[in-house]
């Protein structure tokens, strides 16, 4: 992508800064404006692409490990070179390379099929982890009747599905095609600020997302409304093990009460 800078409106000065800019952010197709030596340009180019390849690979550090070196690098410097963000904050620039995935790079035969989602599941874990919000403190304990109370789900707990099974990818575990079945996680941090997922079952995704529905449901609605989805000829036996799922959900702060 060449950048136009040399605009007739702009005055000399900015000009020279969107030169200086675009040979930075894709120097194969920016020349080195004439009046920098290369020997300093190069200290600018590789200070500001390492700053943002040494980011990406460490909040996406299982896609660095399986990617190969110069198929990293080419898709980080296009990147760079490509996408216009639309925030200065540095810790929001992950989310700003996840849009970069989902939008504007044109897929490579040798793209990890499940890159997308791998990189979506990576990149909760950082933006949980610097979500400006808290747990309210706990009114109940979790042994009290869940059943009776309408649970509501923690801002701080994401419910996600995937067609791949992305907590278990790595450079020995790389799936070509999606399973059958989606994978139901959920990514949560907890009052002592840690972020820990669970691997959830199709029951307990579910109830998660009838809670997520709202409705003031209590425990025990729920899982009577998942019982009759299920046709189960035993409903008590849904709701004995939903209780389960509910005050162990609790215990972990991924639902609250009030």
């Not at 070179?81 to 989310?95: G, I, W």
């Not at 009776?148 to 790389?174: E, G, M, N, R």
């Amino acid at each position: 992508m060449t950048t136009t800078y040399n605009a007739a409106d702009r005055p000399d000065f900015i000009s020279k800064q969107y030169a200086f800019t675009a040979h930075i952010r894709d120097p194969k197709n920016n020349p080195r404006p004439g009046d920098v030596e290369e020997r300093r340009m190069k200290i600018y180019r590789e200070l500001f692409y390492n700053n943002v390849e040494d980011f990406m690979a460490n909040t996406y550090p299982v896609l660095r490990k399986i990617i190969p070196d110069d198929h990293w690098h080419n898709m980080i410097r296009d990147y760079f070179a490509k996408h216009l963000s639309h925030t200065p904050l540095f810790p929001e620039m992950p989310r700003e390379f996840l849009k970069y995935l989902e939008h504007e790079r044109t897929p490579q035969p040798e793209d990890p099929v499940f890159m997308l989602e791998l990189a979506h599941y990576e990149w909760v874990e950082l933006a949980l982890s610097i979500l400006d919000e808290e747990i309210s403190p706990p009114t109940r304990d979790p042994e009290d009747d869940m059943l009776q109370c309408v649970p509501t789900i923690s801002q701080l707990a994401w419910p996600l599905s995937y067609h791949f099974p992305v907590h278990k990818i790595s450079p020995d575990f790389q799936p070509t095609v999606a399973d059958e079945d989606l994978t139901y996680l959920v990514v949560y941090r907890d009052r002592n600020h840690e972020v820990n997922f669970i691997e959830a079952n199709p029951v307990t995704a579910r109830l998660l997302q009838l809670i997520s529905d709202g409705g003031n449901k209590t425990g025990r609605e729920l899982l009577e409304q998942i019982a009759i989805e299920l046709n189960h000829s035993h409903p008590e036996m849904v709701i004995n093990r939903g209780l389960e799922i509910l005050i162990d959900l609790k215990k972990r702060d991924v639902i609250l009460v009030g």
